[in-house]
């Protein structure tokens, strides 16, 4: 090989088509013509043919054959990586493509349950109008199994409390927490605000993180005593009974609050607890349109 590098080569008129760099990568992956042949479904003379056109379109020798084996030169070394990012691009683009224009007949959510899931289905309400032959399918978590939902590609969208690292997520609505008990509560029956030593005390109802490695906890697990649920409106429920306090979002207790079934905790520092909330694509690039309009919808209602 000359001095000058792969990087630097200068195309003749005769370009080098995606087939052709196929050719080059399943030649270096099988170790010669034929085994590539077999492994592209093609003829030996058609692959070796593949690999000419190639090598004079770059003006530079790519194999050498070594015995029965055809071994990447220097330079043929440094186009087998740099075509195996090409064709990654470019099949990338070819599903990009194809996602654009093509409705997707199924759209995987992950929903944190510290939105209220009448919220969600009120979006979801908006979205059928223009997508009704659109099946949607709800996973509705807790904390960290939002991001595993995310980070296995078992949704298109998440919307939850935290954005995995690598992803992006646009901002959606803020969600306030509230520490709440029955009226009839022994934390309400103090005549004074309540710290941190007095809610360690008595139990607290926790709902369980749904995560595969249960990472976060919120730092909200002030009790020595509790019970872990797995859904909010169980918490809900055994607050209702007396059985211990909770924080939960606004929107879970607002009516309880207003009827009198439930009070809120006169804590002296803490009594509001802000959680910001995200919206997440799995892969934006490869999103189609329901999936967008559904995102969309979402980044208007869920504010």
Same mark, same amino acid.
């Given at each position: ?21 196929? =050719?080059l990568?399943?030649v ?13 479904d ?9 690999i ?11 194999f ?7 071994v ?13 990012a090409?064709?990654e ?15 997707e007949?199924q ?20 979205f ?47 969600? =306030? ?6 009226p ?9 605000a ?21 990472r ?5 697990q002030?009790a ?9 409106k ?37 009594a ?7 919206? =997440? ?23």
């Amino acid at each position: 090989m000359s001095s000058q590098s792969a990087s630097s080569l200068v195309l003749n008129e005769n370009k080098v088509t995606l087939d052709q760099w196929r =050719t080059l990568i399943a030649v270096v992956d099988a170790g010669g013509y034929a085994k590539a042949a077999e492994l592209l479904d093609k003829s030996q003379s058609t692959v070796s043919y593949a690999i000419t056109q190639l090598e004079q379109a770059l003006t530079i020798k790519v194999f050498q054959l070594q015995g029965r084996k055809a071994v990447p030169t220097p330079a043929g070394e440094v186009l087998y990586r740099k075509a195996k990012a090409l064709l990654e691009q470019a099949d990338r683009l070819e599903q990009t493509a194809i996602a654009s224009q093509q409705v997707e007949s199924q759209i995987r959510v992950a929903a944190d349950l510290i939105i209220p899931p009448r919220k969600i289905l009120e979006s979801l309400a908006i979205f059928s109008r223009d997508y009704p032959h659109t099946r949607v399918e709800i996973f509705e978590s807790v904390l960290s199994g939002t991001e595993d939902a995310l980070l296995q590609r078992q949704v298109d969208l998440a919307i939850g409390g935290r954005v995995p690292i690598g992803f992006m997520g646009e901002k959606l609505a803020t969600v =306030t927490m509230r520490g709440v008990s029955s009226p009839d509560h022994p934390l309400q029956q103090l005549g004074r605000a309540i710290d941190h030593e007095d809610l360690r005390k008595h139990r607290q109802i926790i709902v369980r993180d749904s995560g595969q490695y249960r990472r976060h906890s919120e730092g909200w697990q002030e009790a020595e005593q509790r019970w872990t649920v797995s859904h909010i409106k169980t918490s809900l429920e055994a607050i209702r009974m007396g059985l211990g306090y909770a924080w939960l979002p606004q929107a879970y207790i607002e009516q309880d609050i207003a009827n009198g079934l439930l009070q809120y905790l006169p804590v002296s520092v803490g009594a509001i607890r802000e959680v910001p909330t995200y919206l =997440t694509f799995a892969d934006k690039e490869l999103a189609g349109p329901a999936t967008r309009h559904l995102a969309d919808i979402f980044l208007r209602e869920l504010i």
